[in-house]
């Protein structure tokens, strides 16, 4: 079955948008009712009862049964009454505005009658001539001497009032006028003093009417270069302030410090508050600088960021720089008067202060240096318009950084290495020297005469930076070369070692062409260094042979039977041999010997050989321990 379906018959209420405004209500009031006099709260409530009481169709009946009673003919002699009514009041009112037209006509055809007789009636052109009708002053009676001496007396008083309230308002201008020049003096010799020192002075962009001081960089990004303008505001007395605005209100810098072991061993000095704070100069050098060490670190932030796949850690206001396995960087940017962190106050040294306050020195310059970059560009030729938005690069203030703390970490390593194995072949009777030149690169790049010598100094230090290590082994015909190269800015990447080694008994064998790990650099030079030692034992042990000496059939020649193994190989003509074994580290010298059998040939050594000799030398001087050469010359007798 289907759904039922409703259909209203009354008409919908519309609701007016606006309600009646209250004469309107008051009016309707006064039709429905009457008088407010004759309205009674008695009156009301009876009504309400009435109409609560009455059946809801009973109006309709009435309305019904009033319109039937009423006659057609009745109601037309009304409609026509109330017209004519109307018309007669029209009438009368269209009458008198005639008269009133007529009577000014006529007054003033005394004077103007062309203008007068075009507003005039037919009727009054015939009956009244113009300028018939005329308008005279009427003078007042005379007043008494008495009243017009006291009309001038009171007059004179308040002429006189009025010249003394006059007096007082221009001498309380004069004085004004006074202090305005004297504060005016005051603002513009203090701006003038402001010019004076160097800062720029000029017009407020978005207002004109007053000065602003440019303390900023115009080479900065526009963050920074669009908040270096203050307002130079002048307070009653004409005194000078600087408008707060984007200006910060305290005095902030970038500080550095070094982490060693999870330790701080180090940290940067913050500027102190200048002496001069107070004076509008000292609030403008504040500015300044706090506005340049915004900048400094919006800018690490942004460079910290590209590098973290090289190790860079950021956080809200913190950026980690890893320098090595342990020690790293940590920049922060914090208030100058602000009270120490927790953590500064365990600082358990103050070893590398002195490269905190390098390093924050380092960013300050390397932010300056692109500045004029940015000027050197923004003076050239720009470039061909395109489409796409050419995306402004990172500044390098980290990359130099971190590419000088990792070469001079691997540079301090290396030497630390070498310096280790020198000692200890020394405590061992050989002689083996090398020279370090750390960033060996800074000093052979020329300076270009084309640019400031500043400028040229710095761009030395953002090329890749390159150390070299040379010297010679053992053997007094073998020498080798380390070159360390590290670039942070372009690939390739990270730190690099290229070594040269001239061994003329080994002359097949070569280091790698490139070694990215400072462990194996430090094996392959330990390593090219014992190919060296067994060369030297083998020529001392020919060279001992060769010379006439009693017992010269008893002495064994050696031989390098496994150079990689630092094993050699003696063997009498009676058929009685022995082995050597070398071992070199950074920590010690170690040589063994083996007595072998005559069918054992050239083979390893096994764990099972009985030893027959065996010394070690370490980088500690000790007076009884012989040297190589003479504990090879006893184990070549047999």
Not at 152 to 181: H, I, P, Y
Not at 235 to 254: E, F, R
Request: contains cysteine.
């Amino acid at each position: 079955m289907a759904e039922p379906f409703n259909l209203p018959l009354r008409p919908l209420v519309e609701k007016r948008d606006r309600p009646d405004s209250l004469p309107v209500e008051i009016a309707q009031i006064n039709t429905q009712w009457g008088s407010f006099r004759d309205v009674s709260e008695s009156a009301l409530r009876e009504k309400i009862e009435a109409e609560k009481n009455k059946d809801p169709w009973s109006d309709e009946d009435d309305s019904d049964k009033a319109a039937t009673d009423l006659d057609t003919a009745e109601r037309v002699d009304q409609l026509y009454k109330r017209r004519a009514d109307i018309t007669q009041f029209a009438l009368q009112a269209h009458m008198e505005t005639m008269f009133a037209l007529d009577f000014v006509s006529l007054l003033l055809s005394k004077h103007t009658p062309r203008q007068s007789e075009t507003s005039m009636s037919a009727y009054l052109k015939q009956v009244a001539p113009l300028g018939s009708l005329n308008s005279e002053i009427v003078e007042p009676p005379p007043k008494p001497d008495s009243v017009l001496r006291d009309t001038k007396t009171v007059s004179r008083g308040w002429r006189m009032q009025n010249f003394n309230s006059a007096a007082n308002k221009l001498l309380d201008c004069a004085s004004r006028l006074d202090s305005e020049v004297t504060s005016e003096t005051k603002y513009w010799n203090e701006v003038l003093a402001v010019k004076a020192k160097g800062w720029k002075v000029c017009r407020l962009p978005r207002e004109r009417q007053a000065l602003g001081v440019q303390y900023g960089f115009m080479e900065s990004t526009p963050i920074f270069r669009d908040r270096a303008l203050a307002a130079l505001r002048r307070l009653d007395d004409g005194s000078l302030i600087l408008d707060k605005g984007l200006v910060p209100t305290k005095a902030k810098a970038v500080r550095v410090r070094v982490r060693t072991y999870g330790q701080l061993t180090g940290c940067s000095t913050l500027p102190k508050p200048a002496s001069n704070a107070e004076t509008i100069e000292g609030r403008i050098l504040q500015a300044r600088d706090t506005l340049y060490e915004e900048e400094l670190f919006h800018e690490l932030f942004r460079e910290a960021r590209i590098l973290g796949g090289q190790g860079v850690t950021t956080r809200r206001n913190l950026i980690q720089i890893p320098v090595s396995e342990d020690q790293e960087i940590l920049l922060d940017l914090v208030d100058t008067d602000q009270d120490p962190l927790p953590d500064e106050e365990q600082i358990s040294s103050t070893e590398y202060n002195v490269l905190a306050d390098a390093l924050g020195h380092s960013t300050r310059i390397l932010l300056s240096y692109s500045h004029r970059q940015n000027l050197r560009r923004r003076t050239q030729l720009p470039l061909p318009l395109t489409p796409k938005r050419r995306h402004t690069p990172e500044y390098s203030l980290l990359r130099p950084i971190m590419a000088w703390l990792q070469h001079s970490s691997h540079v301090r390593w290396l030497e630390s290495h070498m310096n280790d194995v020198h000692h200890i072949l020394k405590s061992a009777g050989l002689s083996s020297e090398f020279t370090a030149t750390p960033f060996s690169s800074v000093g052979l790049l020329s300076p270009d005469g084309s640019i400031p010598k500043v400028e040229s100094l710095i761009h030395t230090f953002l090329m890749p930076f390159e150390s070299t290590f040379t010297g010679k082994l053992v053997t007094a015909q073998s020498a080798f070369k380390v070159r360390i190269r590290t670039n942070v800015v372009s690939p390739p990447l990270g730190t690099h070692y290229e070594i040269l080694v001239n061994l003329p008994q080994f002359p097949e064998v070569q280091p790698p062409s490139r070694i990215n790990i400072r462990d194996e650099a430090a094996r392959v030079l330990t390593h090219f260094t014992m190919l060296d030692l067994l060369s030297a034992i083998s020529q001392n042990s020919s060279t001992s042979d060769a010379q006439p000496t009693a017992n010269s059939s008893e002495l064994l020649v050696w031989e390098v039977a496994n150079p990689h193994h630092g094993e050699l190989l003696a063997r009498s003509e009676a058929g009685q041999g022995r082995k050597m074994k070398v071992s070199l580290s950074r920590k010690e010298l170690k040589a063994d010997t083996y007595s072998i059998h005559h069918n054992q040939g050239f083979a390893r050594i096994g764990g099972n050989s009985p030893t027959l000799r065996s010394q070690t030398w370490s980088a500690e001087p000790a007076s009884e321990r012989p040297s190589l050469m003479e504990f090879v010359a006893e184990a070549s007798k047999l």
